[in-house]
């Protein structure tokens, strides 16, 4: 953890706003900022999802998206990217919409898991404790809830396979997961206290939270509800994006957003609504920064009008988008 002097680099197509009372406040606030890797999380490994329509979401991910079905234990199946992770997705059946049953991040130790017991305090609770894994990957793991029921497996000493070399179009890993937030402020501060994560960026509709070297593993929506936003998974560059732009559009599922390339994290990106409003992102490129890397504010990250990614080709985000990313929320623990 070090502390660090302020520095503005944007870039290119943002313009920063000239104004004076904004500029210093922000660059006083920015001017001491505490950055680090998070000593409890590694990253976001997996997410687990139960859906109305098992069969045709598990075809959509696999035939369409580029996953790979590697596992199915007690009517639940899991599925790989190419990278190292055990699985990436998990579905299962529901008798209702689709819900989201948790987003597993990966802790650094079974010290770090409990050291996040620790630290939930009042902020949330232990669903069920540290204890072996039978999911492809095993290890151990616990879960716990916040206040608003966002639901977190945390793993530790799952296997990672070596991973097969990157293969052209097809997801190596998640990137990030997107949830939306109606206390932002209060859903960063948990990040923060409880999973050790930094802020990376903070626009007017969004902070990015990062755990290692990637700008961001989780960002939350500045949104009146608490809704799955989106999940992103990397592919291996700006061809796969593009390509799996068409092959999606071809399966019937066209681009809701894109292509582009975000400000925040520099990344490029298509956007697509999958079956049950499940929102899935493909995405390249994401910038890696280290504790040199100062986060900026609203008031930095700014655009010229009609503009709200670098390129400026894509239309706008489609109302579809916008729709699919208030329709799933986390499943209610039992
Ligand atoms: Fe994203």
């Not at 943002?14 to 680090?36: C, G, K, W, Y």
């Not at 069969?55 to 991910?61: I, L, V």
């Not at 069920?128 to 616990?142: D, F, H, I, K, L």
């Not at 990672?160 to 206390?183: F, G």
């Amino acid at each position: 953890m070090i502390w660090q002097k302020t520095k503005l680099h944007l870039h290119p197509g943002f313009e920063h706003q000239a104004d004076p009372f904004l500029s210093t406040s922000s660059l006083v606030n920015r001017t001491f900022i505490m950055t680090h890797a998070s000593s409890r999380i590694a990253g976001v490994r997996s997410v687990a999802l139960s859906v109305p329509d098992l069969q045709a979401t598990a075809d959509f991910f696999t035939k369409i998206w580029g996953l790979e079905l590697t596992d199915n234990q007690g009517g639940i199946q899991y599925f790989k990217g190419t990278g190292s992770d055990a699985y990436l997705i998990s579905l299962r059946q529901s008798q209702g919409p689709a819900k989201l049953i948790d987003v597993t991040l990966r802790a650094r130790s079974l010290q770090a898991i409990q050291d996040i017991q620790q630290h939930l305090g009042e902020h949330g609770k232990v669903i069920s404790p540290t204890a072996p894994v039978s999911e492809p990957g095993g290890g151990v793991a616990c879960t716990i809830s916040d206040k608003v029921g966002r639901i977190y497996k945390l793993v530790f000493a799952d296997v990672q396979h070596p991973a097969s070399s990157d293969q052209k179009d097809r997801p190596i890993r998640l990137a990030h997961v997107v949830l939306n937030s109606d206390e932002i402020a209060i859903t960063q501060k948990f990040y923060e206290d409880v999973f050790d994560f930094s802020l990376s960026d903070r626009t007017k509709i969004m902070a990015f939270m990062r755990c290692n070297s990637d700008h961001h593993s989780i960002a939350f929506g500045d949104t009146d509800n608490n809704a799955l936003n989106h999940i992103a998974f990397l592919v291996p560059d700006l061809d796969s994006v593009m390509r799996g732009g068409g092959r999606l559009k071809d399966a019937g599922f066209p681009i809701a957003w894109g292509p582009g390339r975000h400000g925040p994290g520099n990344n490029t990106f298509n956007y697509f609504v999958g079956p049950n409003d499940i929102v899935v992102e493909y995405t390249s490129e994401v910038e890696q920064i280290d504790d040199n890397y100062v986060a900026r504010f609203p008031s930095d990250w700014t655009w010229p009008p009609g503009r709200i990614d670098q390129w400026g080709i894509s239309p706008m985000p489609h109302p579809t988008l916008k729709e699919a990313q208030k329709k799933v929320f986390f499943e209610t623990p039992t």
